[in-house]
């Protein structure tokens, strides 16, 4: 009996032990024993308060207890928690490990000064902040933190819950703010994301409640899950036009949000997106979306129109519930893409009151699909027009979202391939199908494409994108981007007509994209150094056949004479050339 008293106290001792998270206490800070000659910074367990430190604190870095002395390596995760007190803190150049948010909630804190002779952190440029030196990360910061030029990564949580910071400017160096860096910064007033910046992580400023303003570089493609979500105060947002994905929950929660801009790069908007975003009374969805996500829309009780594009491809369940005060939805899908919704799509819209408008020839698809044929009033749009005007170059790019008739005295062509410099071009005859971007080939004037109600299928392999609304491109690596233009009196697509890097296209014009999927597209030019060609900087309309070659000459003019290669020729011979974008044929 008494063995097994001896037994159960020795284990009650070690439970005890175990659950406690500091070994002792030397000057007011505690350490763990973490091997026989180091110890980590900790908190007290059980909490004295709610402020285990207070005023300024320098960390020593060697401690001593029980006779034995410990080189102090380590900042544990949460070690300095709360303490709302502390006002400055000094890091030795022994510490080489801070864990998550040691310094979480330190709202009165006001100067972080790391060793210069750390190996491993740095508080460079008197930035009030704990720097990774060789990532070049702050991993914990303060209310009077500067971030400095060099810093490329804001880390995780690592201004988390300083409820005390009003501003800060994120430099140019910046490429990565981390999960949760500003989670829950309830002071922070307003920020702008520079276009360096190409991640922002989930939970980044989440329930930043005095954040109005938010303005989102041209650099980033995703924002993620619930970066924004419960920004109460937030009013406006300017999303840069790389942005693809708008992630799950991104926004839910933002009840002073009005109106929000979605460029045209976006393609997704994620679940729950704009979940209970009450004051939301307009949002206008562009063409590059294809996904609206279940509850995207959910509870946006202030919203009174809707209108899908034609891009759509899926809406969610509950994608519009509770949208009460709806008296319009507009969807642009034409009859032969039409889909069924998630369950419950529009649970909660009323369905009397709120008229569905429906593409030009639609309406009884719609009827006969389910979820749309809830709505009793369907109302078809009129038909679709746009003028197109062609310059004395005779040559214009079209892009539109509907099927269209092409009007009398006009060729529209899509491009199928490429041979040396010339783009193989295929004839678009009777409709052109919807979202098609193709190059017209008329006399100078403005000609109308009307929209058909002819079922048409996509011109497969069409080498050509284009836009119907204003939007920015941002080229990928592995592609080059080319665009109508005319080098020397010769019509064709440039890729130097371009400013470089990004680009904008208008509404309704087309630009042509090569990259990888488009093997054997190469110039002329060989690096014999480096095998390998490049994609050519202009490419050349070649219609096919002998009608494309425009009449005989026996004489060589001052025209500028071009081969099918798009070299230019100085004293054309017998063959056939290129003069004023036209073949020409030399005898």
């Not at 980033?220 to 992630?247: A, D, K, P, W």
């Not at 034609?310 to 509950?318: A, H, K, Q, Y």
């Not at 079209?398 to 391939?417: C, K, M, R, T």
Request: with cysteine; glycine share 8%.
């Amino acid at each position: 009996m008494e063995q097994l008293k001896t037994i159960l106290a020795a284990l009650l001792l070690l439970c005890s032990t175990v659950a406690t998270a500091h070994d002792f206490n030397v000057g007011g800070i505690y350490y763990n024993i973490t091997d026989a000659k180091s110890v980590e910074v900790t908190y007290c367990d059980p909490p004295r308060s709610d402020d285990d430190y207070s005023g300024h604190v320098t960390i020593p870095a060697n401690v001593t207890f029980n006779g034995t002395t410990y080189s102090v390596t380590a900042i544990g995760g949460g070690a300095f928690n709360n303490s709302s007190s502390l006002t400055s803190i000094e890091i030795p150049g022994s510490v080489t490990t801070i864990g998550h948010a040691a310094f979480g909630k330190c709202n009165s804190l006001t100067s972080i000064t790391v060793d210069e002779n750390n190996p491993v952190y740095d508080s460079r440029d008197n930035c009030n902040a704990i720097i990774e030196t060789a990532s070049n990360t702050l991993i914990s910061g303060c209310k009077n933190t500067v971030i400095p030029g060099s810093v490329t990564t804001i880390g995780y949580a690592a201004f988390g819950e300083c409820k005390s910071l009003t501003s800060i400017k994120i430099p140019n160096s910046v490429t990565t703010i981390g999960d949760d860096a500003f989670y829950w910064c309830s002071s922070l007033a307003s920020i702008e994301i520079p276009n360096s910046v190409t991640t922002i992580g989930e939970y980044a400023f989440s329930g930043c409640y005095a954040l109005k303003n938010v303005t989102i570089g041209n650099s980033v493609t995703t924002i993620g899950m619930r970066t924004f979500n419960y920004c109460v105060s937030l009013t406006s947002v300017v999303i840069g036009n790389s942005v693809t994905t708008i992630g799950e929950c991104a926004f839910t929660g933002c009840t002073s949000l009005t109106n929000i801009e979605i460029p045209g790069s976006v393609t997704n908007i994620g679940k729950s997106a704009f979940t209970d975003c009450t004051s939301l009374t307009s949002i206008e969805i562009p063409n590059s979306v294809t996904t609206i996500g279940g509850w995207a829309f959910n509870e946006c009780s202030s919203l009174t129109s809707i209108e899908i594009p034609n891009s759509v491809t899926n809406i969610g369940e509950w994608a519009f519930k509770g949208c009460w005060s709806l008296t319009s939805i507009t969807s642009h899908i034409p009859a032969e893409k039409l889909f069924i919704p998630g369950s419950d799509a529009f649970y909660e819209v009323n369905k009397t009151n709120c008229t569905l408008y429906v593409p030009y020839g639609a309406k009884e698809t719609y009827a006969a699909t389910s979820v749309w044929s809830e709505f009793t009033n369907i109302v078809e749009l009129p038909a679709e027009a746009f003028n197109l005007t062609v310059s004395a170059a005779k040559y214009a790019t079209l892009y539109l979202d509907y099927n269209a008739i092409i009007p009398q005295g006009v060729e529209v062509y899509a491009a199928s391939s490429v041979d040396g410099n010339r783009l193989m071009m295929q004839e678009v005859t009777g409709t052109l199908p919807a979202n098609t971007g193709v190059i017209v080939r008329a006399e100078q004037g403005t000609y109308t494409f009307e929209e058909s109600t002819e079922t048409v299928g996509a011109i497969e392999g069409n080498l050509f994108r284009g836009s119907v609304e204003d939007i920015y491109i941002t080229p990928a690596k592995e592609a080059k981007y080319y665009v109508l233009s005319m080098k020397d009196g010769v019509v064709g697509m440039y890729e130097d007509a371009l400013s470089g890097g990004t680009f904008k296209n208008n509404a309704h014009k087309a630009y042509l994209v090569l990259g990888e999927k488009n093997l054997g597209i190469y110039d002329e030019e060989v690096d014999t150094e480096e095998p390998g060609m490049q994609l050519s900087n202009r490419y050349y309309f070649d219609f096919g056949g002998t009608t494309a070659i425009d009449p005989v000459v026996t004489e060589v003019n001052d025209n500028i004479y071009y081969d099918l290669s798009g070299r230019r020729v100085e004293n054309p011979t017998q063959g056939i050339y290129i003069v004023n974008g036209k073949k020409v044929l030399v005898k």
